[in-house]
């Protein structure tokens, strides 16, 4: 028995210190200032990080795309890009570090980074088991919020999932205790200013959106004192919102509801507890037509990070095979960077393009494979596309006669 009075008095050591690190982040956030105002800016640092496998193929069209949309700007030096090389496995694996210290010190000076894929090891593959990139730089950088759209018009589906991007099991994914050989634990974290922020910024995207339900979901019944803390600050933040509805429902029977065709259309907002927002935002894009649909914006108040969320595809450099990857998705991301900063008009043309090209008019096809298009030869055409003066008619003429073929 003396033999766990010793194992238990090491976890609490290590129990300590993890409680000591989260304090000292509750204390930042305490303190942190509003989201930047990108109209107010005069200079606005777009950092273009490639990542790993198929990564950098694909996250230079999206380069060439902005180029392109934003080119009087770029003449003006109002938009400034700074390409970022160091995040690559090798040098991650190189360093033992998820972000080596260089290059975090580079990202930093970015207002915004729009990122390839990048490669998460885990235990037993080639690389050492070293925490992911994505986690480590919405950690880092305090991306709170991971905003995930997915739209599937024909059945009126039009979802906004607000997940929140630094706590719950994340918090310290990578820095459980293994008490003893018998018994791991891991730690889900909750905090005040942590769940105020993601809520508040779900209600205020609803309110901006005129969309009329919040739903909040969470484990509260079982999960009781951090979820419940999750639920309770979701319902006192509603009401600041009278024009909102919120309604609460638990993980398990959403993940049902998602795909019960007669209540599904009827959510609009979701906000939600990392894990939670991970696993259903995962079902939710499959729908859609599949995890590589959906862009994922990771926002914070001082940076934000644009990303495709599909994986680096090694084995497609392995085959050769990069230059036929399929860039649409970090374009679709490059999308949402611009509406961030203030670009919505050639946000919106630009999806208006990526349509036309992809669906409506699709003059090439991608395949991944030597009989599909390249990546490059896509984004020219979108360029393409894009510099028609009439995209907006084109755009309703192509659209109209899509529906027809139906
Ligand atoms: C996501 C991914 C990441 C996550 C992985 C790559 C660590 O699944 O962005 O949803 O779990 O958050
Ligand atoms: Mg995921």
Redesign the pocket.
Known sequence: MSDHKKEIEQAKEKFGELLEVQLNRVDQLNEEADFVDFNNKDEIVIGIVGGDGIGPYITKEAQKVLEFLLKEDIDKGRIVFKEIDGLTIENRAKNKKAIPDDVLEELKQCDVILKGPTT?PREGDKWPNIE?A??AMRKALDLFANVRPVTIPEENIDWTFFRENTEGGYAVGSNGINVNDDMAVDFTITTEPGSDRIIRAAFDHAKKTGKKKVTVVTKANVIKTTDGKFLEKAKEIAKEYPDIEMDDWYIDIMTAKLIDPKRREQFQVMVLPNLYG?IL?DEAAEMQGGVGTAG?INMGKRYSMFEA?HGSAPRMVEEGRAKYADPSSIIRAAGMLLDHIGYSNEAKRLQKALEICSNYEKKLEITGRKDGATGSEFSEYLMETLSDPDLDEEYLRLKALSRLDD
Do not use: W
């Open positions: 998460t992911s994505n986690v991970d935002t994922s969320i």
